[in-house]
């Protein structure tokens, strides 16, 4: 999960913002949890040349 969609509970600003000592401490635990967490554009992006590079692999092979 990405943090920059989550609204904090304390001060009701984006989390990704940093307002408040538990928007910092969430984003901070977040960012250690998941240091190579990828945005869904990104993760789409990944697929779409994934899938092109195994259609030209299987489109040589032929």
Do not use: K, W
């Not at 984006?14 to 945005?39: I, M, W, Y």
Request: glycine content about 2%; hydrophobic content about 50%.
């Amino acid at each position: 999960m990405t943090y920059d969609r989550l609204v904090c509970a304390n001060c009701a600003a984006p989390v990704s913002e940093g307002r408040c000592p538990v928007c910092r401490a969430n984003r901070e635990r977040l960012q250690q949890e998941s240091p190579f967490a990828l945005n869904p554009i990104a993760l789409i992006a990944l697929l779409a040349v994934l899938i092109a590079a195994l259609a030209l692999v299987a489109h040589q092979t032929v």
